[in-house]
């Protein structure tokens, strides 16, 4: 069943996380990578703008939107919809499924700082979590041809990034045919470490209030004849 909502034009995934799941079956049998990003408040504001963002945040395999106050806003979501997106429901269960699967991961991120923090924070919460690499952007001196060669010799089957919006979305663009992995998962740069998110949000009132969010969070899209709790 698709269910869609649409942001600043884009027509993005709206499932719960059981209907996310049955995509994500399917991503481990294709033979290219499948792109998984987590959609925030962040995610929305820094995307306002940019067309080459949006129109990969359009492409992603699936977006998960992990922010209530978007769906809220749509005013169309169900009590479980937006109870998975406070509780982070979808990267938990994408984890359970990684790990029991016996999957390998591989971090990405903007700095050494992100990498180790989302190292440290993957090593406390999923301890038998296989780590088979990391790299930070910043660490790469020329082209990105040589992170690219490192991700691929360590053969993960997931790309777990932190590199954050505008970036990562630059980074997908010119970079995702060269990737081997079976999929690349935008976790966000504030998965474990909240500092950011007060300032961005009140951000977000900010253009609610002048109009511009109004516009950006349109209508809710579900297919005749599924519930929809108030």
């Not at 997106?85 to 992100?114: D, H, P, W």
């Not at 663009?173 to 690349?184: F, N, P, Q, V």
């Not at 961005?200 to 929809?228: C, P, S, T, V, W």
Request: proline letters at 2%.
């Amino acid at each position: 069943m698709v269910k869609k909502i649409e942001i600043l034009g884009m027509n993005l995934n709206s499932y719960t996380v059981q209907e996310a799941m049955l995509q994500l079956e399917e991503y481990w049998n294709k033979t290219i990578m499948s792109t998984i990003e987590n959609i925030s408040m962040e995610t929305l504001v820094k995307a306002h703008g940019d067309d080459l963002v949006k129109s990969c945040i359009e492409n992603l395999d699936l977006a998960v939107i992990c922010d209530k106050e978007i769906l809220k806003a749509a005013g169309a979501a169900s009590r479980q919809q937006m109870q998975e997106a406070a509780e982070n429901g979808f990267f938990k269960e994408f984890m359970r499924r990684t790990i029991e699967s016996g999957r390998v991961v591989y971090l990405l991120g903007e700095t050494c700082e992100q990498v180790e923090l989302l190292q440290n924070f993957l090593k406390e919460a999923y301890p038998v979590l296989i780590i088979t690499g990391t790299y930070a952007l910043s660490e790469c001196t020329g082209d990105y041809d040589a992170v690219i060669n490192e991700i691929n010799i360590a053969s993960p089957d997931v790309i777990l990034s932190v590199i954050p919006t505008p970036a990562q979305e630059y980074f997908l663009k010119d970079h995702k045919e060269k990737l081997s992995a079976k999929i690349w998962y935008g976790m966000g740069e504030y998965h474990s470490d909240k500092k950011g998110v007060a300032e961005m949000a009140d951000f977000a009132r900010k253009l609610l209030q002048k109009g511009i969010m109004h516009g950006m969070l349109l209508r809710y899209h579900k297919n005749e004849g599924d519930d929809n709790d108030e």
